[in-house]
């Protein structure tokens, strides 16, 4: 342990003296100085544990001197000396920060005692101030850890999600890709509205597994090349009940269940399952159902060639306030067509939901 330094102050010679003298007889270092001018100099140079200051002196008095002293270290100890038996001079140089008052005369007991105490002080202060940064270290250390499990176990989610997606495909061959491209136009239109990260990543699982409920329709209705009867056209409007009571046994998944459950509703109440109306619908649901009629027109069918992309913003305005929230449309029309061409053809092989939530 290192020698502790003390600083006396005091403008006659004879006591600082004394004071000194007994202080290094303890074992402590020593520096001595006149008034607070030259105590002050010292200080901004000197590694100190303790000042001894008395309160009456030229030039600067203590009580001034404690005042600068703490402006420039809050931590340092002081103790103040003084003939002037004054309480209310002890109480003011309590309010401005003195640890500790000593009046003169004293015994030599008293002075070392004084010291003891103060510098007892300080030790506490200074391993209670190592261990808040210890302590601040270990959260912020812990803190990192968590941050970097539960990135991990979010990219886990999304690798099971991209497994489910490619059984979509296998579904429903003809519209392979679709889930991809699709989450990708929706997360777009979404960060272009302003919503935050948490919803992102709820809007990229419910746009991504939209149709999980087709899993459960039978394949000759999901491949038949011509028109669905009524009782087809029932099974088939199942899939979003199915799909949502899937998801919502997920707990991950439990807001992205939503978007599952109402992503064919129509913004006028035409839609199914629940003819839900305006912003009764979510704002995701809202969202994706411009970006699947969006893929659904520029995509190529067995039945029919693709759309341009011209003419299925054409057709997509032309809907807007009946299937579509007119809000939402004007997002999408407002952004140019060369960033729907690159999202089309940029979505990743292997594709991967998290690299959608940060494009």
Not at 175 to 195: D, F, N, S, W
Request: a negative charge.
């Amino acid at each position: 342990m290192s020698q502790e330094r003390i600083l006396v102050v005091d403008d006659e010679a004879a006591i600082r003296e004394v004071m000194a003298t007994l202080l290094e007889a303890q074992g402590y270092a020593c520096l001595t100085a006149t008034n607070g001018e030259e105590a002050l100099g010292l200080l901004y140079g000197e590694r100190l544990d303790l000042v001894l200051s008395d309160i009456v002196m030229p030039e600067m008095d203590g009580l001034e001197f404690l005042t600068r002293v703490r402006a420039h270290n809050r931590d340092l100890p002081m103790v103040m000396v003084t003939a002037m038996h004054d309480i209310s001079i002890a109480l003011e140089a309590i309010r401005r920060g003195a640890y500790d008052y000593l009046l003169k005369p004293f015994e030599r007991d008293q002075l070392y005692l004084a010291v003891r105490r103060a510098l007892e002080h300080r030790r506490l202060v200074q391993e209670n101030q190592r261990y808040q940064q210890d302590l601040e270290k270990r959260v912020a250390e812990r803190t990192a850890q968590l941050t970097r499990a539960l990135e991990e176990l979010e990219q886990s989610y999304d690798y099971t999600l991209e497994a489910l997606g490619g059984a979509l495909d296998l579904k429903d061959a003809e519209t392979e890709g679709h889930c991809q491209r699709v989450t990708a136009y929706t997360i777009c239109m979404a960060r272009k509205m302003g919503l935050n990260t948490a919803e992102l990543h709820h809007i990229a699982r419910g746009a991504f597994l939209h149709d999980i409920g087709k899993m459960a329709v039978p394949d000759h209705i999901l491949r038949k090349p011509g028109p669905l009867d009524e009782e087809e056209w029932r099974i088939i409007k199942k899939h979003c009940d199915i799909g949502h009571a899937v998801l919502l046994r997920i707990p991950f998944l439990k807001d992205a269940a939503e978007i599952v459950l109402s992503h064919q509703e129509h913004y006028d109440g035409s839609g199914y399952p629940r003819g839900l109306r305006g912003e009764a619908i979510p704002l995701g649901a809202r969202i994706f159902a411009v970006a699947d009629t969006l893929d659904a027109m520029i995509s190529d069918r067995p039945y029919r060639r693709a759309l341009s992309l011209a003419a299925a913003k054409e057709e997509i305005q032309r809907h807007a306030g009946t299937q579509f929230d007119p809000k939402v449309v004007d997002v999408f029309l407002a952004l140019p067509e060369a960033v729907w061409q690159e999202l089309r053809e940029n979505i990743g092989d292997p594709f991967r939901l998290s690299q959608l939530r940060s494009m």
